[in-house]
């Protein structure tokens, strides 16, 4: 069955084409609802949260910019633009997988106390850069330090671990993506290298 | 992907196009403010600056159609989008061209000032050249701001000029206005009192004004920097851009002109990197006398954007009649109706109305030497 959309979807393509200033504004938010309700069931299987709307972000970008790789005659839009957030979400996760494949481990792998902490990505990071023979003040201390990481913190922790590129993905967690890019790309690196500086602190604590 | 509200992914595409020039998202990361002050000017949440940002530039050949377009969509006032618009680009193009090729930063926002005698219009400017082009400025603009002759509005639709009203105008309030914008113009500004004062860079330029002027003498100021800025700025520009296209990164500042182009007497007529002109004023408000007699081009494109010629010879026509007074009488009375009318400061109101007397053939008899 057609889908009802398509044919609002395909005149506001074609003024896109066409250079209507208004139309990449409208399609954008015309699509987002579509995208979500089309992707909806399938999204929910992915475990990073951010994964999917990152790349519905990405997506829609790309097709504003070039909207004439999109042929009306092989489809609709929205079903051609959630095959591609699909595609993309798909290959992001293949390449995470890659990445730890050939991620030769530092130690052998250390057995996580089975309760008592909520374990972390950063603090299995940690644990896992030499945690024989350091001292358990030295571990408690790296312990405490690492409570004082804050919910965006570990968010970032955790998306840097997974290889997480984009920086809109750091904006959206960090509350700034409606900042100019350069800004935002500005505000996020700074983020980062402040993340990078407390981790190597921690690492020279346990060394 | 219940935790990434729909603006937040808006953003995200806003901000993927944010190097594209096809959006305006390129525009507002490219201002010297990051379009904080458009965003601010039209009362926009982050779900509307990401609609914006998302909505393509308007064509300059379709600028007031498209700048409609995008203000219905966002639900603001077309008239106050067409004015962000303008200074948002002015902000841009005053900035890049301050920090353009062979100008000084030390030397502040006037060191492209131009002495008085440069002042005046280089080509001099036909009666009939300044009718056509005060004509084409208000063919620009859309009914409601030439139906009530307002200028500043006509401005936003008709030229690539912002227009900013401050009280007790100078140098060093001009700067600090564009210094909280994100735009620095370097330092050493003097702090004598201005009447208007023109800033064109790349093709767009803003008029800064003495905010506590009267209504006619403001009407006039920004006029008369209108004037200036079209003949003086855009058109030899677009005349670079039309005989000698790969000469415009030169006049724009982007590179020094070869040995070669600066013989060229194309680029010696025309303003290179950021160009600015000042309008002095006395401690009364109005202009000073060296600068009336320096400006007579610019002064009187005013009058045809203010006054235009064929409705001021009607006021005139209207009153003269069959009427045989005294030409100093006239003149008095017709003066009056123009200023009223027209919103014209006295003076200039009594240039206009000694010209539509002297057209109609009514002149000074003997007695009225």
Request: negative net charge; aromatic residues 4%; glycine residues 14%.
């Given at each position: 069955m057609p889908d009802p959309h398509e044919a609002e979807l395909g005149q506001l393509h074609e003024r896109l084409l066409g250079g209507d200033p208004v139309a990449p504004a409208e399609l954008a938010e015309r699509l987002l609802p579509l995208l979500r309700s089309r992707l909806a069931g399938w999204a929910?299987?992915?475990?990073?949260?951010?994964m999917v709307p990152s790349a519905m972000g990405l997506v829609i970008a790309n097709y504003l910019t070039d909207p004439a790789r999109f042929d009306p005659e092989r489809g609709g839009l929205a079903g051609y633009l959630a095959m591609e957030v699909r595609g993309d979400v798909r290959n992001e996760l293949d390449s995470r997988r890659r990445r730890r494949r050939h991620e030769s481990p530092v130690a052998e792998p250390v057995e996580l106390e089975p309760h008592g902490r909520d374990s972390t990505v950063e603090e299995e990071a940690l644990d896992a850069v030499?945690?024989?023979?350091?001292s358990p003040a030295a571990v408690q201390a790296a312990r405490q330090a690492l409570g004082e990481f804050d919910q965006v913190d570990r968010r970032m922790l955790e998306m840097m671990a997974d290889g997480v590129r984009p920086t809109s993905a750091y904006a959206a967690v960090l509350g700034?993506?409606?900042?100019p890019v350069d800004l935002q790309r500005k505000a996020v690196k700074q983020h980062k290298d402040r993340l990078q500086k407390r981790l190597e602190r921690l690492r020279a604590r346990l060394s | 992907m219940h935790d990434s509200p729909d603006e937040t992914i808006l953003a995200a595409v806003a901000g993927r196009l944010?190097?594209?020039?096809?959006?305006l998202a390129a525009w507002l990361a490219a201002a010297p403010d990051g379009g904080d002050g458009l965003v601010r000017r039209l009362g926009l949440d982050d779900r509307g600056r990401a609609s914006l940002a998302l909505c393509r530039p308007p064509r300059p050949d379709r600028f007031a159609a498209d700048v409609t377009a995008v203000a219905r969509h966002l639900g603001v006032d077309a008239g106050e989008l067409a004015a962000g618009l303008r200074e948002t680009a002015a902000l841009t193009g005053v900035a890049a061209g301050h920090a353009a090729v062979g100008v000084d930063e030390r030397a502040g926002l006037l060191a492209a000032a131009h002495d008085w005698v440069d002042e005046q219009v280089a080509v001099a400017a036909s009666t009939t050249r300044l009718r056509e082009r005060a004509a084409a400025f208000w063919a620009g603009a859309p009914e409601s701001a030439r139906r009530g002759g307002d200028l500043e509005a006509a401005v936003a639709w008709s030229a690539p000029l912002a227009v900013v009203a401050l009280p007790n105008l100078d140098a060093r309030r001009a700067r600090g206005w564009l210094a909280e914008r994100g735009a620095r113009l370097g330092d050493g500004d003097s702090d004598r009192p201005l009447r208007g004062l023109l800033l064109a860079a790349r093709g767009v330029g803003i008029v800064f004004l003495d905010?506590?002027?009267a209504p006619a003498d403001r009407r006039f100021t920004v006029a008369h920097e209108l004037g200036h800025f079209l003949l003086d700025y855009l058109e030899p520009r677009e005349r670079v851009l039309r005989?000698?296209?790969?000469?415009l990164e030169v006049v724009d500042g982007w590179r020094p002109p070869t040995r070669t182009e600066r013989a060229q007497a194309l680029l010696a007529r025309v303003p290179i990197g950021l160009h600015a002109h000042l309008l002095d004023r006395d401690v009364h408000g109005a202009a000073t006398p060296d600068v009336e007699t320096a400006e007579d081009a610019a002064s009187q494109f005013a009058l045809e954007v203010l006054a235009p010629w064929s409705a001021a010879l009607d006021v005139a026509r209207e009153v003269v009649g069959d009427r045989r007074s005294p030409h100093g009488e006239l003149l008095a009375e017709v003066t009056a109706r123009l200023a009223e009318r027209f919103v014209l400061p006295a003076d200039r109101a009594s240039v206009r109305a000694a010209a539509t007397l002297e057209a109609l053939g009514v002149r000074r008899g003997f007695f009225d030497r």
């Open positions: 929910a299987t992915v475990d990073d949260p951010h030499d945690p024989i023979g350091v700034i993506s409606h900042l | 944010g190097r594209d020039p096809g959006f905010g506590t002027l005989e000698a296209p790969l000469l």
